[in-house]
Structures are given as C-alpha cells and as structure tokens.
C-alpha cells in the first residue's frame, strides 16, 4: 500500500464513538492522525512514524464522549503494519475505516 492510500485512507477515517464507557479522548486521536497525514505525505522515514503510532498514548475518557478503542487501536495498526511494523495482535482487528458509523439510536441502545 503506498503512502498516499494510507494517508488517504487515515483522513477518511470514521470510528465508532463512546458515552459512559471508556474511549479515547476525541482531540488527541484527532492531532496525532492529521500529525501522521502531514507525515506520510512529507515524505518522512516509516521507522519514525512506525516508533510515532507505537509510543503514543491517549487520554481516556469515560463520563464524556470518546472513539472506541479498539476501532482506533486496529486503524493505527493497520498503518503500522503497512509501513513495516510488526502487528501487535495475533488475529487482524476489523478496520476502523471500513466500518459505518453508527447512528443515535443504536449508539444508546449499544448496538
């Protein structure tokens, strides 16, 4: 997969959101994706950015609104593994990208 499909794939990235349970904080999944976009298309090394996805560490949230994790955790693993990096689970997550975004109803009835 060539960096511009990952960038592109990153930007258009929807994840599924939290409310009373734990997620990420919004904001920082938010700066560290447009950080990788820039990068990716910058043209700067996939080790860095690789070591970038692998140390960062988000705020969680878990009384206000959130991504769910594990839609965010297999969107950055899916940009890890294409650039090179190991995977860090045995079986492959379900993209984060792929996956609709859900509406009021079935959010609140955690469907």
Same mark, same amino acid.
């Given at each position: 997969?060539?960096?511009?499909? @990952?960038?592109?794939?990153?930007?258009?990235? !929807? &994840?599924?959101?939290?409310? &009373?349970?734990?997620?990420?904080?919004?904001?920082?999944?938010?700066?560290? @994706? /447009?950080?990788?976009?820039?990068?990716?298309?910058?043209?700067?090394?996939?080790?860095? @950015?690789?070591? /970038?996805?692998? +140390?960062?560490? &988000? $705020? %969680?949230?878990?009384?206000?609104?959130?991504?769910?994790?594990?839609?965010?955790?297999?969107?950055?693993?899916?940009? %890890? #593994? +294409?650039?090179?990096?190991? $995977? #860090? #689970?045995?079986?492959?997550? $379900?993209?984060?990208? #792929?996956? $609709?975004? !859900?509406? &009021?109803?079935?959010?609140?009835?955690?469907?």
């Amino acid at each position: 997969m060539d960096r511009t499909a @990952i960038a592109d794939e990153l930007r258009t990235a !929807r &994840f599924r959101m939290t409310q &009373f349970r734990q997620g990420y904080d919004e904001g920082a999944v938010d700066d560290l @994706i /447009e950080g990788l976009v820039r990068r990716l298309l910058s043209g700067d090394g996939d080790r860095e @950015i690789v070591a /970038e996805v692998d +140390a960062c560490r &988000f $705020p %969680t949230t878990s009384a206000r609104r959130g991504y769910d994790m594990a839609d965010v955790d297999a969107a950055l693993e899916r940009v %890890t #593994t +294409a650039l090179g990096g190991a $995977p #860090t #689970t045995a079986a492959p997550l $379900p993209s984060a990208v #792929t996956e $609709p975004p !859900r509406g &009021f109803l079935a959010r609140l009835l955690g469907r």
